[in-house]
């Protein structure tokens, strides 16, 4: 079964400033100023941890759906350790934060890494094409 494509649209405004569109949703990205930027959004750093952080938590939330788990709190941090030679994350932490019980917690983490999207994407390592267009095309 093939996915549907998703797409986004990133368009630089000035300096380290960038408007990021997905649907009718906008997101403003941009550097502190000690990497040079003016600070009127998150850095795209941020923005890979939060994607990880937000699709796990909705993971979690519809895998204790599925097991008919209330939850009362459900919050997910993520934590990446920048590898600054190599331009990366030399490791990523996720971390689950809930007053749901070990016992049900242990149910729905394995349901969610499987039903996470982002999560699953980095873990396997998704092969990336890049392409150039004209304005026009």
């Known amino acids: 079964m093939r996915g549907t494509m998703l797409e986004v649209e990133a368009v630089w405004k000035t300096r380290y400033?960038?408007?990021?569109?997905?649907?009718?949703?906008?997101?403003?990205?941009?550097?502190?100023?000690?990497y040079s930027g003016d600070d009127t959004g998150m850095m795209p750093t941020e923005l890979f941890l939060s994607s990880i952080a937000s699709c796990f938590c909705m993971a979690l939330v519809y895998a204790a759906k599925n097991r008919k788990i209330s939850v009362g709190d459900m919050k997910v941090r993520v934590f990446g350790d920048k590898d600054l030679?190599?331009?990366?994350?030399?490791?990523?932490?996720?971390?689950?934060?809930?007053?749901?019980?070990?016992?049900?917690?242990?149910?729905?983490?394995?349901?969610?890494?499987?039903?996470?999207?982002?999560?699953?994407?980095?873990?396997?390592?998704?092969?990336?094409?890049?392409?150039?267009?004209?304005?026009?095309?």
């Open 17 to 34: 400033q960038v408007d990021v569109t997905a649907r009718q949703f906008e997101v403003p990205v941009d550097e502190p100023p000690q």
């Open 85 to 137: 030679k190599n331009f990366s994350f030399s490791r990523v932490i996720v971390r689950v934060i809930s007053t749901l019980s070990e016992d049900e917690l242990d149910v729905i983490m394995p349901l969610a890494k499987r039903y996470c999207f982002v999560s699953n994407t980095i873990s396997k390592s998704c092969p990336m094409e890049y392409e150039t267009a004209r304005p026009d095309e």
